[in-house]
């Protein structure tokens, strides 16, 4: 019987671990969670959500509570003189990788308006238009108004969990946004946002994970396992669609995963399909 080497068993050893950092902890077989801001105590991530704003408009990414100024994951007005005009709008967006959709969202946060030219508004759809959008706050413009400039405001401290989708079909987009629907445009002078709390997106996947190795068959001492797709990956693993590298000593495994964390990508793209050379 041919002897097998320490070098050959210590690369199959490697991948073997290395696929065993597959295994999901805390969530259920083909769904993962995305936390927002106080959702993750800790890391108050916010980097899932991209993000647009025009001018005299403004996203403030705070969730940190110890700071100054408004805390949370906000969109509103720059405070200043005058007006922004019709149209002037600020976005954040949370977009699910490509086959997946959100089931889920827990979402605890606060609205407010001096002008109610604004619009203020919380809300999932699908990005091709398809399917209905599911209302979590709204504030429309020019209803239930306050009289004498004052304030309107409502806030949810307690997280309420909203079924925007189910295991078979949902939205692929979460949106916050404020924008300015009065023709004259919208006071200025005093603060209009929209602001999270705390947001956690539970995404359906079941695309299955796959391992091809290359570069030589494990015998040979020379392969590299490349996981290409992690549907469900575990905690530990940080990034959205980016990929990692964990060197073992036969060669770099890669792992293309999608996860929770504070470098999260905001384009939350599927990972490119990758060939890996290995190690010399």
């Not at 993750?40 to 940190?64: E, H, I, K, L, W």
Request: proline share 8%; net charge positive.
């Amino acid at each position: 019987m041919p002897s097998i080497s320490a070098s050959r068993l210590l690369c199959a050893a490697s991948t073997f671990c290395a696929l065993a950092c597959l295994a999901p902890a805390g969530a259920s077989a083909g769904s993962y969670t995305v936390r927002t801001c106080n959702a993750a105590p800790g890391v108050f991530s916010t980097q899932a959500f991209g993000d647009f704003a025009t001018r005299g408009m403004r996203v403030r990414r705070a969730c940190n509570p110890e700071g100054p100024g408004r805390r949370g994951l906000l969109v509103g007005n720059v405070l200043r003189r005058g007006r922004v005009p019709f149209a002037a709008r600020s976005i954040l967006t949370l977009l699910a990788p490509p086959a997946t959709h959100f089931k889920r969202y827990e979402w605890s946060g606060e609205l407010l308006r001096r002008d109610c030219g604004y619009a203020l508004q919380v809300y999932t759809d699908r990005r091709d238009g398809t399917g209905q959008r599911y209302e979590i706050r709204n504030k429309k413009p020019h209803t239930k108004c306050p009289r004498n400039s004052l304030a309107q405001s409502s806030g949810f401290t307690r997280p309420e969990s909203y079924p925007v989708g189910s295991d078979q079909a949902g939205p692929d987009r979460i949106v916050q946004r404020i924008d300015c629907r009065s023709r004259d445009g919208c006071l200025a002078r005093g603060e209009n946002y929209v602001r999270t709390f705390k947001g956690s997106a539970e995404v359906v996947d079941y695309t299955p994970p796959s391992v091809q190795i290359t570069g030589g068959g494990l015998a040979s001492g020379r392969g590299c396992a490349v996981i290409r797709s992690c549907s469900t990956p575990p905690p530990t693993m940080w990034g959205w669609g980016r990929r990692r590298r964990l060197l073992v000593p036969c060669g770099r495994v890669l792992l293309s995963a999608r996860a929770t964390s504070p470098d999260s990508s905001p384009a939350l793209t599927d990972p490119a399909q990758s060939a890996l050379t290995p190690r010399s």
